[in-house]
C-alpha cells in the first residue's frame, strides 16, 4: 500500500502542473481562468503569441466545463449554450 500510494502522489505531481491535459481536465474553473489571465497579460505585454493555442485550449476546457454544468442545473433547456468571452456559439455557426 505505501508504494501505491507513493506511486499515486507522484504521478499527480506530475500530471497535475498548470496547462497539461490532465490539469485542463480536473483543474476548477476559477483557477484555470485565474491562470489564463496570467497568461494572456504575458503573452500580449511581451509581444509574444506562441501562447495563443494554450489560450485557446484554455478557453475550451472553460466553456465546456460551463455548458456542462449549464445543462446539469438546466436539464430541460435542450442545446442551449451558456454565453462566455467570445460570444456565443450556437448550434448553427460551424
Known amino acids: 500500500m505505501i508504494i501505491g ?17 490532465y490539469w485542463l481536465r480536473n483543474a476548477p474553473i476559477e483557477e484555470i481562468s485565474d491562470e489564463y489571465e496570467k497568461l494572456r497579460k504575458k503573452t500580449f ?9 494554450l489560450m485557446n485550449k484554455m478557453n ?9 454544468e ?9 442545446n442551449k449554450t451558456v454565453h462566455h ?5 450556437l448550434p448553427g455557426d460551424y
Open 5 to 21: 500510494d507513493i506511486l499515486a502522489k507522484v504521478l499527480l505531481a506530475v500530471f497535475n502542473r498548470p496547462y497539461t491535459n
Open 45 to 53: 505585454a511581451g509581444g509574444d503569441y506562441k501562447s495563443s493555442e
Open 60 to 68: 475550451d476546457a472553460i466553456v465546456y466545463r460551463m455548458n456542462a
Open 70 to 78: 449549464y445543462k446539469k442545473t438546466h436539464p430541460n433547456e435542450g
Open 85 to 89: 468571452e467570445h460570444g456565443w456559439y
